[in-house]
């Protein structure tokens, strides 16, 4: 029965090879028939393309092709739909694919690769998937200051730790709006508030001020992403019909070292919260710090949950613990007997090798350069962006601990040769794609195989 079922669908394979022009259709299209016996599967038709995605974004009538990049649907999902019967991506002899199967040890072996092996992949990777000048610019606004109830050990914003944060009330609606309006002059797209408590719960009058201030936000043509601490569904799909982009809910490191640092909140209840959010059709915005006592297994454990989630999150935020004076953490990191323990004790190289290793085993994911980037020299902060990031927070305050300014990120870009990822725009088709520089290897078919 099963190679009648094989013969079945061979026969109605069909293959093709034909030229056209790059902004048109398949650059180069060769195609080879073949199949799996494994169970329950029979592919069919495997071919390898250089096209540009078939909904690639098109250019207004009054623009040219070569004023205006081709871009993807801003839709994760539809972006994703796109690539449904992608299996891999080839270039300068480097492959990567989208996957969620990936194991702790294959993802070590990526992470402890040489360094300068682990930069020329990542670095591949990036320009397979992405076009490596375009940067998302984030600015992340406090609208509820202090006093939190949970113990996360890196955190200037607990009730249990005494440090230089004093809390205040969750802010006005107009002056949230009033501070967008400013990071959207200062050249922000993606607007994200930030409150400090461990969930929303029943704070129904201050839920309803935050739907205000996502409409408010949503209305000025930028994107909204919030942080609010622990979500029921309802709330979820609530902050979706508000107009809400992306909820950033981290894991902050792996399974096994999480209790080590907070132990008010599960694991558990983060994926939980990390569902609710994706199941209301809101992007996921999730990831971790460096510098909480881990050790390199521990960095692997975070980006195993992470590449093994249902869906890969939108974008993976990667921070460099700020020691606070006051925090458990902040504390030890003062006291040179712990730097043996890694707390606080993270450079340019962990950051970058971290980043590399998220882009290379979640290729379509954006990879955010977060807190701690203050710390990091401009040359520094290149080989990050070499690595894979490219996604900033900008501004001059992160929560309550300080960030590059405006002005200086404008230089940085500037210096670099990057543009800024315009709002509700997809991000542009990499160059390398559209140039028919990858070779792209898709399913053209598939079968239910039932024994």
């Not at 490191?253 to 994706?278: F, K, Q, W």
Request: proline share 6%.
């Amino acid at each position: 029965m099963a190679m009648t079922a094989i013969s079945v669908a061979l026969r109605g394979a069909t293959t093709t090879l034909r030229r056209t022009s790059p902004l048109q259709a398949p650059i180069l299209t060769t195609a080879a028939r073949s199949f799996s016996t494994r169970p329950h599967n029979i592919v069919i038709d495997r071919f390898i393309s250089s096209p540009p995605p078939p909904q690639a974004y098109v250019p207004s009538p009054s623009a040219s092709p070569s004023q205006s990049p081709l871009r993807h649907p801003n839709n994760v999902n539809d972006r994703n739909a796109n690539y449904y019967d992608e299996d891999s991506r080839s270039m300068a002899g480097i492959t990567a694919s989208v996957r969620h199967d990936w194991t702790k040890t294959q993802i070590a072996e990526i992470f402890t690769l040489p360094f300068h092996e682990l930069m020329y992949r990542a670095s591949t990777v990036h320009r397979m998937y992405w076009d490596p000048a375009e940067v998302q610019q984030c600015t992340l606004l406090s609208i509820k200051t202090g006093g939190c109830t949970e113990d996360c050990s890196y955190c200037s914003q607990s009730t249990r730790h005494k440090t230089f944060v004093k809390p205040t009330p969750t802010m006005k609606v107009q002056k949230v709006l009033e501070a967008a309006r400013r990071a959207k002059e200062a050249g922000s797209t993606r607007f994200c508030m930030g409150a400090a408590w461990r969930e929303l719960g029943k704070k129904k009058n201050a839920f309803n001020h935050i739907l205000d201030m996502v409409k408010g936000v949503n209305g000025m043509g930028m994107e909204v992403c919030c942080t609010l601490g622990m979500l029921n569904a309802e709330q979820a799909r609530q902050l979706k019909e508000a107009g809400l982009t992306s909820y950033n809910h981290n894991l902050d490191t792996s399974p096994e070292h999480y209790p080590n640092v907070i132990t008010t909140r599960t694991y558990e209840d983060r994926l939980e919260t990390i569902a609710n959010v994706r199941e209301a059709g809101i992007s996921v915005c999730c990831g971790g710090i460096l510098g909480l006592g881990e050790k390199e297994t521990d960095r692997v454990g975070l980006l195993h949950v992470l590449a093994t989630l249902p869906e890969h999150p939108e974008s993976v935020p990667i921070n460099a613990l700020v020691a606070v004076k006051g925090t458990p953490l902040g504390d030890a990191a003062a006291d040179d007997e712990n730097e043996r323990d890694n707390i606080g004790n993270v450079d340019a190289f962990d950051m970058a090798r971290m980043i590399a290793t998220a882009r290379i085993i979640m290729p379509r994911t954006m990879v955010r350069l977060s807190a701690g980037r203050l710390s990091f020299s401009d040359s520094e902060q290149y080989l990050m962006f070499q690595a894979g990031a490219n996604s900033i927070f900008n501004g001059d305050k992160l929560l309550t601990t300080d960030n590059p300014a405006f002005e200086k990120d404008t230089a940085l870009f500037q210096r670099f040769g990057f543009v800024g990822k315009p709002a509700h725009a997809g991000p542009r088709v990499a160059p390398s794609e559209v140039m028919g520089e990858v070779e792209i290897t898709k399913v053209n078919g598939m079968e239910q195989l039932y024994a």
